[in-house]
Antibody
């Protein structure tokens, strides 16, 4: 059974940093691209970042480019999202998702909440 | 970026047929996918590449379309289908989602 379990969220002050983790199981993690997607309270889904299966390429949404860094450790089946210079606009539920061959997200984690507030 | 436009909400009765539309600002060929998100849960993949059903998704759900116009159909609708439905494209540029269609079952 595929599982994606996020952790690392919480309440932080504006300007702070935070690092999210997503531990994967039930599939060959090192074979798939992985994504972070977020959802602000009562809002829609916003794609954040993609990392290729071998970390050879990374892509970011304009809203987080230069502030967020996606990485992975295939030996630990773990995906990361390092978030810097956080603002209230970054308050959201953050999901990690596995990308299938067609560019769809066939598995999602349960999400981790990040709240940025003074 | 490709913009995906969805109508905000629909209300139908159990047993009816419902269609949810998603219009792309430019062609995404057939790289359109649909997700169901129930309250308090993560999104779940319903349809991939316009019309393909993942294993475990009931055959009441179907998808169609190509280019810029896509449709998710639920027939017949059940009470458990109360959720928000999102489309997502993976053809060009950053991955983008529609704003979601909230489906209410009367």
């Amino acid at each position: 059974e595929v599982q994606l379990v996020e952790s690392g969220g919480g309440l932080v002050k504006p300007g702070s940093s935070l690092k999210l983790s997503c531990v994967a199981s039930g599939f060959t993690f090192s074979n798939y691209g992985m994504h972070w997607i977020r959802q602000a309270p009562k809002k829609g889904l916003e794609w954040m970042a993609l990392i290729y299966y071998d970390s050879s390429n990374k892509y970011y949404a304009d809203s987080v480019k230069g502030r967020f860094n996606i990485s992975r450790d295939n030996s630990k089946n773990t995906l990361y999202l390092e978030m810097n210079s956080l603002t209230s606009e970054d308050t959201a539920m953050y999901y990690c998702a596995k990308e299938d061959l067609g560019g769809d997200f066939d598995y999602w984690g349960q999400g981790v909440m990040v709240t940025v507030s003074s | 970026d490709i913009v995906l436009t969805q109508s905000p909400a629909l209300a139908v009765s159990p047993g009816e047929r419902v269609t949810i539309s998603c219009k792309a600002s430019e062609s995404v060929i057939r790289r359109m996918h649909w997700y169901q998100q129930k309250s308090g849960q993560q999104p779940k993949l319903l349809i991939y590449k316009a019309s393909n059903l993942p294993s475990g998704v009931p055959a009441r759900f179907s998808g169609s379309g190509s280019g810029t116009d896509f449709t998710l159909t639920i027939d017949p609708v059940e009470a458990a289908d109360t959720a928000t439905y999102f489309c997502q494209q993976s053809w060009n540029g950053p991955f983008t989602f529609g704003s979601g269609t909230r489906l209410e079952i009367k």
